[in-house]
């Protein structure tokens, strides 16, 4: 537990970048239609969070071009984000796992045309499926909506604090 507010780092997480808090972070994003997944250990007090923008790595036009934003995909950041929480030595079943985001009323294009509809609904689900695949469950969401979400993530605590953006914010 830091001693002072000096003594905690603050972030921004880019949109298809994970944080790894191993020292006090608050971590902040804006979600519209993507979606944040934080995990964190309590014994270890670490946690980790991401920001994904699509459900899936098959959702891009051109899937043979590699990016280097592993967690741009809800499916390979929920990995990502299992792996580097078992580097710490954190076992799967200590873990918080909490999810954020997904927003309607937003299109990219940059997605198949046919994958642009609900994308904020459909970062859920996959968000949802690739954690119950992994045998883990969200102690607490913030899902859905037409509205943004500002999000702050405290790295040796678990917390999270939302603030509901208007919609001509986002």
Not at 161 to 167: A, G, N, P, Q
Request: hydrophobic share 40%.
């Amino acid at each position: 537990m830091p001693q002072n507010q000096s003594d905690i780092r603050r972030v921004f997480l880019h949109t298809g970048d994970a944080y790894l808090g191993v020292k006090p972070t608050i971590v902040s994003t804006v979600l519209g239609s993507c979606v944040a997944i934080s995990m964190f250990s309590p014994r270890k007090r670490q946690g980790i969070i991401c920001h994904a923008f699509l459900p899936s790595r098959a959702e891009i036009k051109d899937v043979n071009e590699p990016s280097i934003q592993i967690c741009r995909y809800v499916d390979t950041a929920v990995d990502h984000l299992l792996k580097s929480m078992r580097r710490l030595g954190v076992r799967k079943n200590e873990l918080e796992v909490k999810l954020f985001g997904g927003a309607t009323g937003l299109s990219y294009s940059q997605v198949r045309p046919s994958c642009a509809l609900g994308i904020g609904n459909r970062n859920v689900d996959a968000a949802l499926e690739n954690l119950e695949a992994k045998g883990l469950k969200p102690v607490s969401m913030d899902v859905g909506g037409n509205v943004g979400r500002k999000l702050l993530f405290c790295t040796y605590s678990g917390d999270v604090w939302i603030k509901r953006l208007e919609k001509h914010m986002f």
